[in-house]
């Protein structure tokens, strides 16, 4: 979410009445609500609301995808699997800022907008079966992980890291990400992840500076109002969106 401080509880000292923050808390869907202080920051004065809406746990989920859990560094190659989703187009723009070189994975239809980001190399996975390139990657990050992850451990270097975090809620994807994959993992001899994101001030900072550096730029596809919120879960369940989906109030 993001918006305008209207009040403070007691003993607050890092925000004030009229301050512009964005940040995350259960009860964003709605035109007031009651967040915690370590789960906001300042609005970067350079973005819209809708835009620092479309940051906080999409652009957190990016950002510790690849450097606790991926333990990026610079020169690394990169694979974002998803490049052109609400993670994905984060974690194409955070990786550059961290000095690696990105291949993002998209459809046909966002490889323009992929490369706009910042991808050095850019892969339609409707035409190119990228798992069997011969390409080895340093990390790979799979925001689309419907599959078993046989296919990817072979596209990922001997010391790779392997971090799943989109995936299907279903009893059989559950089941693969939580029994099947680590023994294919074990077996393959390659460090698979899959983690939830830690919403927190340090980090949402860090986002901030990204910002208003001009390192990472929201995406955004579409806008709706909060009384279209059903249109709106409707249009991004289908899989499809260009980074953010935001609704305005």
């Not at 989109?166 to 994959?181: D, V, Y």
């Not at 059903?230 to 980074?243: K, L, S, T």
Request: proline share 3%; net charge positive.
């Amino acid at each position: 979410m993001a918006g305008q401080v209207e009040a403070v509880g007691k003993g607050i000292t890092r925000f004030k009445v009229g301050d512009e923050v964005f940040g995350s808390g259960i009860g964003s869907f709605a035109e007031s609500g009651c967040f915690l202080e370590d789960k906001i920051v300042l609005k970067p004065a350079s973005l819209t609301f809708e835009q620092a809406a479309a940051v906080p746990v999409a652009g957190l989920t990016a950002l510790q995808a690849l450097r606790d859990h991926g333990r990026i560094q610079a020169g690394h190659e990169v694979l974002i699997h998803g490049a052109s989703g609400g993670v994905g187009t984060f974690a194409v723009q955070i990786a550059k800022a961290l000095g690696a070189r990105v291949t993002g994975v998209c459809s046909e239809r966002n490889l323009e907008m992929v490369q706009s980001i910042g991808a050095d190399h850019v892969i339609n996975y409707t035409k190119e079966d990228f798992w069997r390139s011969g390409k080895r990657y340093d990390l790979i990050v799979d925001n689309a992980a419907f599959h078993s992850i046989s296919k990817p451990l072979r596209a990922l270097k001997p010391t790779g890291i392997y971090v799943l975090v989109g995936g299907s809620s279903s009893t059989a994807s559950i089941l693969q990400s939580l029994i099947i994959n680590p023994l294919i993992s074990k077996i393959k001899g390659r460090k698979v992840v899959s983690f939830m994101a830690n919403m927190n001030w340090t980090d949402l900072a860090l986002l901030k500076e990204l910002l208003e550096a001009g390192k990472i730029i929201p995406v955004i596809d579409r806008k709706y109002s909060l009384s279209d919120a059903p249109q709106a879960i409707r249009y991004v369940e289908e899989g499809h969106a260009r980074g953010k989906v935001v609704l305005t109030m």
